[in-house]
């Protein structure tokens, strides 16, 4: 009898081992038994094990936790076809946790997590494409206008473009995303928490002609205002000119008018001065006729000796 003690004890904590099952926290767990998930006798809804110990039936039933934090769907962007016939790349993200855990078993095949998010994918890619196909680039780039509120509690509608009211459609577009995989995410027992685009670009060969494009309405505004700024240059230029002449014929005349009244001052000096002795006066502009005439060894004066020129030069008492 005893040598059957030590092995049924064996057998017994082994089954005791065997029936306790741990479910961490952040995961909740299931147990599938001949195939079927177990649930609840009385509401018939899958019975949902909540982090801690737990038992089971040994060798009949089988625990399967499943992860029920929020997980993050971020795979490769996807290239979609806008209303005008454009190819635009968008990267999306999709935040969702599991919320029916009987029922995400068995549409994932077992709790499959890759196979769960390409299903959400499929749905996520087609919902995005209907609303993409409606739209126009500059809707789905462009958010709604932001409101602003002044100190006197005012709102002040912050344009996106000056030129140009641009009625941005971003915010709605994944509102309504969201909207769509909610609604049909509730076949895999998901609940899709949040979807985000969190990047837009445009393939390369069409981001290469819209930069080209750019870059010609860049020169554009550029050449205007270099020929703006040359007609501001020589309009400037005249002005300063203008003032420059006007300066100095001011200045000019005010000589010419000090000059005169100078010549005139010296004038009269000249007048009272040689009023006083004429014969000197004379004899003083022939010495300076004699230098100016005979300043040079080659200059050649052909005149009478006998005339008044040389009236000082021969007679030594013309002057007294």
């Known amino acids: 009898m005893r040598k059957f003690i030590i092995p049924v004890i064996v057998i017994f904590i082994a089954l005791l081992f065997m029936s306790v099952f741990e479910v961490k926290e952040g995961d909740r767990g299931i147990v599938v038994r001949f195939g079927r998930i177990l649930k609840d006798p009385n509401s018939q809804v899958v019975h949902v094990y909540q982090p801690g110990l737990h038992f089971k039936m040994p060798l009949f039933d089988r625990v399967r936790t499943l992860d029920a934090r929020i997980q993050t769907m971020d795979d490769q962007a996807d290239r979609f076809v806008t209303a005008e016939k454009k190819d635009v790349i ?24 890759a196979t769960a998010e390409a299903l959400l994918k499929r749905k996520v890619v087609d919902s995005l494409r209907a609303q993409i196909g409606s739209k126009e680039i500059k809707q789905i780039v462009s958010g709604p206008d932001a409101i602003l509120v002044d100190n006197a509690g005012n709102n002040i509608v912050a344009k996106i473009a000056p030129r140009e009211k641009v009625e941005g459609q971003r915010d709605q577009i994944m509102a309504d995303v969201l909207t769509e995989i909610q609604t049909s995410a509730e076949s895999l027992g998901i609940d899709v928490v949040d979807f985000r685009m969190k990047k837009i670009n445009l393939p390369d060969e069409i981001s290469e002609s819209i930069y080209r494009r750019m870059r010609a309405e860049r020169e554009s505004v550029a050449r205007k205002h270099r020929s703006q700024g040359r007609e501001k240059a020589e309009v400037i230029r005249a002005q300063s000119e203008l003032e420059v002449a006007k300066i100095l014929a001011n200045a000019n005349r005010e000589s010419l008018v000090i000059r005169g009244e100078a010549d005139a001052k010296a004038a009269e000096i000249y007048s009272k001065s040689y009023t006083q002795n004429p014969e000197f006066y004379r004899f003083l502009r022939s010495l300076q006729a004699y230098e100016n005439s005979f300043n040079s060894k080659d200059d050649v004066l052909v005149v009478d000796p006998n005339s008044d020129f040389f009236q000082y030069m021969k007679e030594s008492t013309a002057i007294r």
Request: aromatic share 20%; hydrophobic share 35%; proline share 0%.
């Open 90 to 113: 968008i990267d999306t993200y999709v935040k969702w946790k599991i919320e029916n855990f009987g029922q995400f078993y068995l549409a994932t095949g077992g709790g499959n997590t």
